[in-house]
């Protein structure tokens, strides 16, 4: 399997009012020659209002 993880920041403008940061985290691996899954987490972060959105994912891929 295979682990990822990504960060981000975003300064809009130079207005602190409209930055935000976030991540992600996930692991791909093989069910088998033909189904790959990916299982992940993500959250972005607000940093002015304290609004965060967090979330989970599953991604299934198949091969012919």
């Known amino acids: ?5 990504a960060y981000n920041t975003t300064d809009v403008d130079g207005n602190d009012s409209l930055d935000s940061t976030g991540f992600e985290v996930s692991y791909t691996y093989s069910v088998n020659d033909f189904v790959t899954v990916t ?10 209002t304290g ?14």
Not at 51 to 64: K, M, N, P, W
Request: aromatic share 14%.
């Open 1 to 5: 399997g295979t682990l990822s993880a």
């Open 39 to 48: 299982p992940g987490f993500f959250t972005v972060e607000d940093t002015s």
């Open 51 to 64: 609004d965060d959105d967090t979330g989970v994912l599953v991604e299934t891929v198949f091969s012919f």
